[in-house]
Structure formats: structure tokens, C-alpha cells
């Protein structure tokens, strides 16, 4: 059975969780233009983790009667972030990146929530991909006169070469959301762990938040220097 419009309970019920996360410092500094590449880069390396557990567990869902239906290629992130890696980090990043205290309590609980209750990872999937979709463009754009960056070098993770229109995607990705065999209680405990999702990545801001002073007086270093 499906329940009746599941997207929009899922739109409404984090809405409140939407608006905390983009209102932490890190989020609000970023939408201002101050980032460093110190800091754009240490988010870069917690995404990657997670987004390696999410599209993992995906993958290994795919016979699952609710996580099958997202087995949505076109939205993996992982080699993008791959390659922003590289472009951060040089030619051995894999060995100099490691997860945060709070990037390895998300991946944790995606873990956790794939062997429990697999259906709990539409939650996640939403809260990542469809954010990435919405907002991604307009972050694209500010990092990249931010942070200096031509030809999209380092931004990788916000180009979704396989998608031409985001807004049709998205309309699809909705629908597949509605069509989903899940009961109202499935529904109900979904929007819980999205709202979670939601504080689990700003936990991770809350990590970043510690480069944004360092941001702020580059910036301001930097402009001292133009001027002179």
C-alpha cells in the first residue's frame, strides 16, 4: 500500500529541521561568500564518507521492496567528490583524509539503520539528494567566487552531468516518493530519521564552524593585501 502524499508529508515535516540547518554559522557564512579552502575542503572530506556509506547501502538494498525503488545512479556522488578530493588534497588523498567525530556518527547511523530498518533510508536519501538538487547550483556559484576556483575545478560534487532538467528530476523523484509501498506508521518513522538526517549534518557544520573564524580573517588579510 502507499499513503497519500508521501513527498509532501516528507516536505512538511522536516521544514522546521530544513530552516535550523540552513541557519547554523557555518551554512550562513557560506551563503555570504566567507569560506576558506580549508574549511570547503574538510566538508568535502566528511561528505565523501558519507555518501560512500549511503550509496553503498543503497546498492546493497536493491531487492529491497522500498530501497529498490531508489536505485537512482544519475544522483551518486561519490566519484565526483572523488575527483574534488584529488583536487584538494593531490594525487594520495586517500591517505590523508579521515571522517570527523560527527561525519563517522552519521555514516554510523546509515549503517545502523540499513541493517534495522532499511526503509529509514529514504530519510537520508531525501535530505541529501534532493538539497543537493535544490540548493546546489546557487552553493556551486558562491564557492566558486569564494573561494577563487575556475572551470569548476574542486566543485565536482554540485555538477550532475546526467541530469539536463533538475526541476523535471525532481517532479519524478516526488512521484517515486508517493509510489512508495510504505504504510502510514513506515511514513511517520521516515520523516523522524529524515528530521535526524537533518541534525546529524548539522552536527557536522557544527564541526566546520571552528574554520569559519579562520575564513573570516583570511578574507579580511587577503583584502588588506589587494589594497596595498
Excluded at 4 to 18: I, M, N, V
Excluded at 215 to 224: C, E, G, P, V
Aim: glycine fraction near 6%; include cysteine.
Amino acid at each position: 500500500m502507499t499513503v497519500s502524499d508521501f513527498a509532501k508529508q516528507l516536505k512538511e515535516g522536516t521544514k522546521k529541521s530544513h530552516s535550523a540547518a540552513e541557519n547554523t554559522t557555518f551554512v550562513k557564512s557560506f551563503l555570504r561568500g566567507v569560506v576558506s579552502k580549508e574549511s570547503y575542503r574538510a566538508l568535502v572530506n566528511d561528505l565523501y564518507f558519507v555518501y560512500c556509506a549511503l550509496e553503498e547501502e543503497v546498492s546493497n538494498l536493491k531487492d529491497h521492496p522500498v530501497i529498490g525503488n531508489l536505485q537512482l545512479p544519475d544522483l551518486n556522488r561519490r566519484d565526483a567528490l572523488e575527483m574534488d578530493l584529488r583536487y584538494y588534497y593531490g594525487p594520495i588523498w586517500r591517505s590523508l583524509i579521515k571522517p570527523s567525530e560527527a561525519c563517522e556518527r552519521y555514516v554510523n547511523r546509515i549503517r545502523e539503520v540499513a541493517k534495522n530498518e532499511p526503509e529509514l533510508l529514504v530519510g537520508h536519501h531525501y535530505t541529501r539528494y534532493l538539497g543537493d538538487l535544490s540548493g546546489g547550483q546557487i552553493l556551486k556559484g558562491i564557492a566558486e567566487k569564494a573561494l577563487e576556483l575556475g572551470n569548476g575545478q574542486g566543485l565536482k560534487f554540485y555538477d550532475f552531468e546526467k541530469i539536463e532538467d533538475t526541476k523535471a528530476y525532481k517532479a519524478g523523484y516526488r512521484g517515486i516518493l508517493n509510489d512508495l509501498s510504505i504504510d502510514q506508521h513506515q511514513a511517520d518513522a521516515i520523516i523522524v530519521e529524515a528530521n535526524y538526517a537533518f541534525r546529524l549534518n548539522m552536527y557536522m557544520f557544527d564541526t566546520l564552524e571552528g574554520n569559519w573564524f579562520k575564513s573570516l580573517l583570511q578574507i579580511f588579510i587577503s583584502s588588506i593585501f589587494k589594497k596595498k
